[in-house]
Nanobody, 122 residues
Framework: QVQLVESGGGLVQAGGSLRLSCAASGLTFSMYNMAWFRQGPGKEREFVAAMTWSGGNTNYAGSVKGRFTISRINAKNTMYLQMSSLKPEDTAVYYC???????????????WGQGTQVTVSS
């Protein structure tokens, strides 16, 4: 049974930082491209960042480029999202997801975590 478990969310002031983690089990983690998505209140789920299975390529949404950094350690079956210079508009539930494709499309991702809440206060 595949499980993706996010952690590290919380309440932070604008300008602060958080690091999210995604622990994977039940799949060969090193064979999957991984991504972070988020869903704000009343909004559709949106792409945040992705990394290839090897870590060799990354892709970021324009709204987070330069502020967020995605990384992974295949030996630990874990992916991270380092978030800096956080803004109130970054408030959302953050999800990690896995796919065999290289895409930012929500519907291409096979496995999803349950999400972790990030709240940025102004």
């Amino acid at each position: 049974q595949v499980q993706l478990v996010e952690s590290g969310g919380g309440l932070v002031q604008a300008g602060g930082s958080l690091r999210l983690s995604c622990a994977a089990s039940g799949l060969t983690f090193s064979m999957y491209n991984m991504a972070w998505f988020r869903q704000g209140p009343g909004k559709e789920r949106e792409f945040v960042a992705a990394m290839t299975w090897s870590g060799g390529n990354t892709n970021y949404a324009g709204s987070v480029k330069g502020r967020f950094t995605i990384s992974r350690i295949n030996a630990k079956n874990t992916m991270y999202l380092q978030m800096s210079s956080l803004k109130p508009e970054d408030t959302a539930v953050y999800y990690c997801a896995a796919t065999k494709s290289w895409t930012s499309r929500v519907d291409a991702y096979i496995y999803w975590g349950q999400g972790t809440q990030v709240t940025v206060s102004s």
